[in-house]
């Protein structure tokens, strides 16, 4: 079997338990905004995966363009720059399968539909940057998971093409996304956030644990 030369991470429900962030985060932009709710974790899970604008359009039961929408998305985005990483860590096996990637020469790379101020400030607070060869957002100019065109500019600033690479995830969007892009194998993390969905089922590297990726460069 032929041996991956690189990878792709998404980021959280991936590399990073953000769940309590999030809520906290997202329970904040609503106090401020005036609502009388909160959320609890297992409230918030459903709604992680797809970005910032897509958790507050689903919270709130609203079109993605609604103007109540937008405001909670940008209050959401403006207080997660203040507490990126108040209670997040990554998951078990994470940085030590990081280390031994590094270790053996493979380059790594992050796509994330969290905002890009927020995703710099989570990768360098959690000490997960120093592995990394790039980390992408939409903002950055690219469009969002499923379309793969943070994949291949990863890939090209990767100097591999996406047949020689593996996409890691937790979401549908990140599974399509890696193979929208036709990456060697698609994995998903069965520590995320969203059950892998049925059509995916033995399409996919399932991931017990973390650590277990590195059997694929064995």
Request: glycine content about 8%; hydrophobic content about 40%.
């Amino acid at each position: 079997m032929t041996t991956p030369k690189a990878f792709i991470f998404d980021l959280d429900g991936t590399l990073v338990d953000a769940l309590p962030d999030i809520r906290a985060n997202a329970n904040r932009a609503l106090k401020s905004l005036g609502y009388d709710f909160e959320l609890s974790l297992k409230e918030t899970r459903p709604h992680v995966g797809g970005g910032a604008q897509k958790l507050a359009a689903s919270v709130l039961g609203k079109a993605m363009d609604d103007p109540d929408t937008m405001a909670l998305y940008h209050a959401f985005a403006d207080i997660y720059e203040r507490h990126p990483a108040d209670f997040g860590r990554p998951f078990p096996g994470v940085i030590k399968t990081l280390q031994d990637m590094k270790h053996r020469g493979i380059p790594m790379s992050c796509v994330t539909a969290k905002p890009a101020k927020a995703r710099v400030q989570v990768l360098d607070k959690l000490g997960i940057t120093p592995y990394l060869s790039a980390a992408l957002s939409p903002e950055d100019g690219f469009a969002k998971k499923p379309a793969p065109d943070m994949l291949y500019e990863c890939c090209r600033r990767m100097s591999v093409d996406a047949a020689e690479t593996v996409m890691v995830g937790d979401t549908a969007y990140d599974i399509e996304a890696g193979f929208n892009a036709g990456c060697m194998h698609v994995a998903y993390c069965e520590h995320g956030y969203q059950p892998l969905p049925p059509q995916f089922e033995g399409k996919v590297v399932r991931l017990a644990r973390f650590d277990e990726l590195l059997k694929l460069l064995s």
